[in-house]
C-alpha cells in the first residue's frame, strides 16, 4: 500500500503541485497539507481525476493560529449520533 502512496504522491506533485503546499507519508498513510484557497481545486482534481477517482472524503482538518493576520474561520461539524441533530439550532429545544 505505501508503494501506490508513494506513486500517489508523486504524480500529485508532477500533476497539481502548485495546489500542494507539503505532502507526507508515515505511519502507511499519505498526508497533503494545502492553503484555503486550493482546497477545493485540489479536492476536485482528486475526484475528477482518472488516476486518482476518489469518491469520498474521510477526514479533513485545519488549524486555527491566532496570532497570524490570514486565520482560519471555517468551522466543521462536529460528528453526531444518528438520531442527533447536526445543527446546534435544531436542537431539542427548538
Same mark, same amino acid.
Given at each position: 500500500?505505501?508503494?501506490? @502512496? =508513494?506513486? !500517489? ?8 503541485? +502548485? %495546489? &500542494? ?21 485540489? @479536492? =476536485?482534481? !482528486? ?8 469518491? +469520498? %472524503? &474521510? ?36
Amino acid at each position: 500500500m505505501s508503494e501506490a @502512496l =508513494t506513486e !500517489l504522491a508523486s504524480y500529485l506533485g508532477e500533476a497539481r503541485g +502548485n %495546489l &500542494i503546499a507539503a505532502s507526507q507519508m508515515k505511519y502507511g498513510e499519505l498526508t497533503l497539507t494545502t492553503t484555503g484557497e486550493n482546497l477545493l481545486a485540489l @479536492l =476536485t482534481f !482528486l475526484r475528477d481525476d482518472a488516476k486518482c477517482g476518489f469518491v +469520498n %472524503l &474521510i477526514d479533513i482538518c485545519g488549524v486555527d493560529w491566532p496570532q497570524r493576520e490570514l486565520r482560519s474561520r471555517r468551522r466543521l461539524p462536529p460528528a453526531v449520533a444518528e438520531e442527533e441533530p447536526a445543527h446546534p439550532r435544531q436542537g431539542r429545544n427548538g
